[in-house]
């Protein structure tokens, strides 16, 4: 929904867009993106389980599981009992590079 803020941020901001989807099945996704300025980006598929979070910034091919454990509502230190574990491809020892393009530092 790209168009016009209300109140002291009156007027266009192309560079912002946000969507939900609803599908029959009852499925929900939210999009959003801002293109405002060079701050790194993301992605996250959020589940009841897992957290799937893109961590190189947009069109990055590095992606991590988040095990989910509760919420910090419930407890403070829920961070610290998530499992986080890297997404490698089939066949992939190491990390890809942080951008498609970008030489592989792999690491």
């Not at 168009?3 to 609803?22: I, W």
């Not at 190189?56 to 419930?74: L, Y």
């Not at 961070?79 to 498609?100: E, H, I, N, Q, Y």
């Amino acid at each position: 929904m790209a168009g016009f803020l209300p109140g002291k941020m009156a007027g266009r901001n192309p560079d912002t867009f946000q969507a939900l989807f609803t599908y029959a099945n009852g499925f929900l996704t939210s999009y959003s993106t801002s293109f405002g300025n060079d701050a790194p980006s993301f992605t996250r598929i959020m589940g009841k389980k897992a957290t799937l979070i893109n961590t190189g910034g947009e069109g990055s091919p590095r992606w991590q599981i988040v095990e989910e454990k509760g919420n910090h509502e419930d407890d403070r230190t829920v961070d610290s009992k998530r499992a986080v574990k890297d997404v490698l491809l089939p066949g992939d020892t190491s990390l890809p590079p942080m951008g498609w393009g970008m030489k592989n530092p792999r690491t």
